[in-house]
């Protein structure tokens, strides 16, 4: 019940939250951006130069996973090689092990899952982590996840020559016209 919007300008990240929340069957407004949470890394690897400093995490889902990442962020791991092998092999372990020990991924017989997707952002890239943990980057500039993903990415797609923090904006505007699961007011990050 969201939309994470996310985009490449220039080697710099942003990305975006909408403020609605869903608990059972109400919907509400949140009164701070949980949704959308922005990590520093020490690390030595480092392509963009010095002004790149953590990364962003949205999250599509419950809002609990989030909160179990933002309660555990410092235990991180540094990153030391390419922000795909980082993603692929540290952050994901690191996910599943958190989830599992917080009990909000689901392990019976079947491989672990969570109820979710995340946008992950930073070093230059947007990466998509599924609810199966598997991870995906495409070739756009932009992403999107959550319920009203679809328009936004028709509407970034639409806007390539605007400037990137309106560009965002106003492709969450269109996914609240839209979609009754997206909220103002909206939050936007650059890392």
């Known amino acids: 019940m969201t939309v994470i919007v996310g985009l490449i300008d220039d080697g710099t990240v942003y990305m975006g939250c909408d403020s609605s929340m869903s608990y059972g069957d109400s919907i509400a407004t949140m009164t701070y951006p949980q949704k959308?949470?922005?990590?520093?890394?020490?690390?030595?690897?480092?392509?963009?130069?010095?002004?790149?400093?953590g990364i962003s995490i949205g999250m599509s889902g419950s809002i609990r996973m989030l909160s179990i990442i933002n309660a555990y962020a410092g235990e991180l791991p540094e990153i030391e090689w390419s922000f795909e092998k980082y993603i692929t092999t540290a952050m994901v372990?690191?996910?599943?092990?958190?989830?599992?020990?917080?009990?909000?991924?689901?392990?019976?017989?079947?491989?672990?899952?969570?109820?979710?997707?995340?946008?992950?952002?930073?070093f230059?890239?947007?990466?998509c982590i599924g609810k199966d943990f598997s991870t995906v980057e495409t070739d756009r500039d932009c992403e999107a996840i959550g319920c009203a993903s679809e328009y936004a990415l028709g509407a970034m797609?639409?806007?390539?020559r605007m400037k990137p923090k309106k560009r965002l904006?106003?492709?969450m505007k269109i996914c609240e016209q839209v979609c009754s699961a997206v909220r103002a007011p909206f939050h936007i990050v650059e890392v």
């Open 93 to 122: 372990p690191w996910l599943i092990e958190k989830f599992a020990q917080s009990k909000i991924a689901v392990n019976d017989t079947k491989p672990i899952e969570y109820e979710g997707e995340m946008l992950i952002g930073g």
């Open 157 to 160: 797609l639409a806007t390539p």
């Open 36 to 53: 959308l949470i922005t990590v520093d890394l020490s690390q030595e690897f480092n392509p963009l130069g010095p002004h790149e400093i």
């Open 169 to 171: 904006l106003n492709a």
């Open 124 to 127: 230059g890239r947007l990466i």
